[in-house]
């Protein structure tokens, strides 16, 4: 029974595995590249985005800076400087003397003639001391005048003594001649004649030791003269010293000309060696310029130029050449060599072109303070918003342009104001 009742429950279907229904796809790469190409892309732009917001360089501002292009171009070997009128001669006026101003007869910009008084001073040690060299010196002339009076005296004497005993000593002389004929014919004695040669002899030295001791007393008188001479002397030239030291005391133009910086005021006390004023020409002027120091090689004593006055050309020529460097400026003037402006005033400024050689093909930048920040040894080269230090050679300047020799091509672009702000940057980046 069992067996049957077993043999009658339904039997449950297969269960559907759909194993039959399984077919093998092959792989598809292109789906993996393209995913690995989108994401490669997508970091890359990530990357480049990146790359653009963080700075590359130190960043300045565009509108803080000058930029040019690198051009072929002439370049003119000139230079424009900005140079002073001055007078071409000029007199100092320096106080010899010290005393107070006691009147003034000029004024600043005025004038004078040679010789026209311009102010007086005083000082009464100066008066006092020319009193006691004149009284000095009148002391002297009378002890002079007294010493070749008694020299005189003492020459009359010595000339009456001389007349004497040449006299006795032609007496003498007479009477031993009478003496020598008498004998000679027996009517004196020998002992007589004997006496009258001693007479004689004796007459004839007394004349001589005369002669000797007026020689001597006129040598020794003659000395004296010259000493009291040379003393008198030397008392007249410090008595014109001192007169001239009170002369001066009186001040006057020493040329003619224009009185210029002169302010002297009644009262005011002068020292020696002060600074008075100048006479300035009227006439003709020079031109003084502060150079920069990169010319000083090139600025030298002939070189020619030009400056212009209403529309009207003069030339000028370097006269002198100032090597001090001060500030970073040496100093050089110049002259006129035909004719100067007809109208010309003591400190007028002037702009003066100088010629310092022939025009030539370069490559070229416009001058500015980079070639002096730099020394011309290296620039700052833009390539759009980035900014590289590049070594370069520039040449010759002018006022307008810097001649490039190597380290950069036709149309490249280069800062050209002050590096100062950055000049220890490698790289800059400019922004808006």
């Not at 480049?48 to 803080?64: S, Y």
């Not at 007479?199 to 007026?214: C, H, N, P, S, T």
């Not at 030539?360 to 700052?380: E, I, K, M």
Request: charged content about 25%.
């Amino acid at each position: 029974m069992n067996v049957q009742k077993e043999a009658m429950e339904p039997v449950p279907p297969p269960a559907v595995t759909g194993a039959a229904m399984d077919v093998i796809v092959p792989k598809r790469r292109g789906r993996l590249v393209l995913r690995l190409a989108l994401g490669a892309a997508a970091t890359g732009l990530a990357a480049w985005a990146f790359w653009q917001l963080v700075p590359h360089g130190l960043q300045v501002a565009a509108r803080d800076v000058r930029i040019a292009r690198v051009e072929a171009g002439v370049y003119r070997d000139d230079i424009v400087v900005r140079a002073s009128a001055e007078p071409l001669n000029s007199i100092i006026l320096d106080s010899v003397e010290s005393g107070r101003v006691e009147e003034v007869f000029a004024k600043d910009g005025q004038t004078v003639k040679k010789g026209d008084l311009l102010f007086r001073l005083s000082n009464p040690q100066r008066n006092l001391e020319l009193l006691a060299r004149q009284t000095e010196y009148s002391q002297q002339i009378f002890n002079a005048a007294n010493l070749r009076v008694t020299q005189e005296a003492v020459r009359t004497e010595h000339q009456r003594r001389l007349s004497d005993l040449e006299f006795a000593l032609a007496q003498a002389r007479k009477q031993h001649a009478r003496n020598s004929r008498l004998a000679a014919q027996g009517f004196i004695s020998a002992v007589a004649l004997e006496e009258s040669s001693d007479k004689l002899a004796q007459q004839q030295r007394a004349l001589d030791e005369e002669k000797r001791a007026v020689d001597t007393e006129e040598r020794v008188r003659g000395r004296a003269l010259e000493q009291m001479d040379s003393a008198l002397h030397g008392l007249q030239s410090g008595l014109q010293l001192v007169s001239a030291t009170v002369e001066a005391l009186a001040v006057r133009a020493p040329a003619d000309g224009v009185l210029t910086d002169f302010r002297l005021l009644v009262g005011e006390t002068v020292r020696p060696d002060q600074h008075i004023g100048r006479i300035d020409d009227p006439n003709r002027f020079k031109l003084s310029a502060q150079v920069d120091e990169f010319y000083l090689n090139r600025i030298a004593v002939g070189r020619h130029g030009r400056v212009v006055q209403d529309d009207k050309s003069y030339e000028v020529q370097v006269s002198t050449v100032y090597p001090q460097i001060k500030e970073g400026r040496f100093s050089a003037e110049m002259v006129f060599t035909r004719g100067q402006p007809p109208v010309l005033s003591p400190g007028q400024g002037m702009d003066a072109q100088l010629t310092l050689g022939e025009p030539a093909r370069a490559l070229l930048l416009p001058n500015g303070a980079f070639a002096n920040d730099t020394g011309g040894a290296w620039v700052f080269v833009v390539a759009g918003e980035n900014v590289e230090k590049r070594p370069v050679k520039l040449g010759r300047r002018n006022n307008s342009q810097v001649e490039v020799l190597s380290g950069l091509a036709p149309g490249e672009q280069v800062i050209v104001s002050s590096y100062t702000p950055f000049a220890k940057a490698e790289r800059l980046q400019l922004t808006k």
